[in-house]
Structures are given as structure tokens and as C-alpha cells.
């Protein structure tokens, strides 16, 4: 068999093909390295966390460990398209308040009014905001820990009451509707170069005038 009869090793197979862009968006938390007692010794691996999600009411956490930090971060992607959860929404923000205790860290989630924003630091920002929720109050107590942290977010909006209903992908807004007039199709009149010529003649002539 020759090389070229070979489908994948043709323009378009499975190294020149590209990828479609995916819908989710990932934030690494952190990436540390962890040591593992074996009986050989020691074995030193990374960890890496992350999160992923759709800003339209889908996130998830993963977790992945391995030699290589690629490898980890890898794993730890598809960990968290594994374990995606959809969050009830109000609009903007959360349908009601939420308290949750999660090992050593204590969380206390509030719904805000439109415009508030994300009154809310680390981890817990960075769930809600790939969450789909813009407005929303926290307060965190306890631990430091970015993994334990996101946990008790993602604890906390599992928890929620209401729908949970994925929202529809917003439609970029066309230069008619961001001036904030309806689109319209009107009809062209075309006029010949003479005609132009007199009326800019004629808004000269009254130009003088005035």
C-alpha cells in the first residue's frame, strides 16, 4: 500500500482537519504537585483543577492528575464536562439565597438585584461567571483552599431550587437594533448625476441666501 492511498495522512484527514471552536470556556484554578507514597519511594505527579462552563447555565469542576502538566490539565477538562450541572436562574442571579457547609469551608450565596455584578473573589468568581450569573452577593468563610472553595460553590448551586433549564445562545444584535431603531427595508430611488447636480445647486443658492 502506498503512503498516499493512506486516508489520514491526506490534506484534510486527521492532522490537517480542523477543529470547530467549542462552546465552553475553561479556567485553570491551579495546578500543584503532588507526591504519592509508594512502596518503591515517592511519586511525584501533578494535579490540575479546573472549571468549565457555558455562561448559559452550564458548569462544571474536574479534577485530573499525571506526570506531565498537559496530561493533567487534559483530564482534568474532560473530569468536568463529566460532572456539568445546569443552575436554576432568575434572570441574572440566583432564585433565593443558599448556605452551605463543605469540609472546612462555609459559603453563603444571596441573589442581587440587576446590575450588582459579582460581589464574590476566587474560586466562587470564577464558578459563577462561567455559570451565566451576573449578579449575585457571597460571603466565604473558612479555608483557603481554591479546590475545597470551588466544591463548596459548585455544592451551592447544585442545591438550588427551580428550573434548571439551559438558556438559549443571545443572537448578535445587527447595527439597527444597537442604535435602538427596528430594522426596515426601505425602498432605493435612484436619480440621475443632472438631478444631483441641481439640488446641490440649489442648497448652495440657499445657503446664500440665509
Known amino acids: 500500500m502506498s503512503k498516499t492511498s493512506r486516508p489520514d495522512r491526506k490534506k484534510g484527514g486527521r492532522r490537517g482537519g480542523r477543529r470547530e471552536p467549542s462552546e465552553f470556556e475553561d479556567v485553570t484554578l491551579t495546578i500543584d504537585r503532588v507526591t504519592r507514597v509508594v512502596k518503591g519511594g515517592r511519586r511525584m505527579r501533578f494535579r490540575a483543577v479546573v472549571v468549565l462552563g457555558n455562561k448559559r447555565g452550564k458548569v462544571g469542576l474536574g479534577t485530573g492528575k499525571a506526570g506531565e502538566v498537559q496530561v493533567a490539565l487534559q483530564k482534568a477538562s474532560r473530569d468536568a464536562k463529566r460532572n456539568m450541572i445546569i443552575v436554576p436562574m432568575k434572570g ?94 426601505l425602498p432605493i430611488k435612484t436619480i440621475s448625476r443632472k438631478e444631483a447636480e441641481e439640488r446641490k445647486q440649489g442648497i448652495m443658492d440657499l445657503g446664500k441666501t440665509d
Open 92 to 185: 441574572d442571579t440566583i432564585p433565593h439565597e443558599v448556605n452551605i457547609k463543605h469540609k472546612a469551608a462555609r459559603l453563603r450565596l444571596m441573589p442581587a438585584s440587576k446590575g450588582t455584578g459579582i460581589i464574590a473573589g476566587g474560586p466562587l468568581r470564577v464558578v459563577l461567571d462561567l455559570a451565566g450569573i451576573k449578579d449575585a452577593l457571597s460571603k466565604s468563610f473558612g479555608t483557603s483552599n481554591k479546590l475545597v472553595s470551588a466544591q463548596a460553590a459548585m455544592k451551592a448551586l447544585n442545591s438550588l431550587r427551580g428550573e434548571r433549564k439551559e438558556r438559549a445562545a443571545e443572537k448578535p444584535k445587527n447595527e439597527s437594533e444597537i442604535k435602538g431603531h427596528p430594522e426596515e427595508h
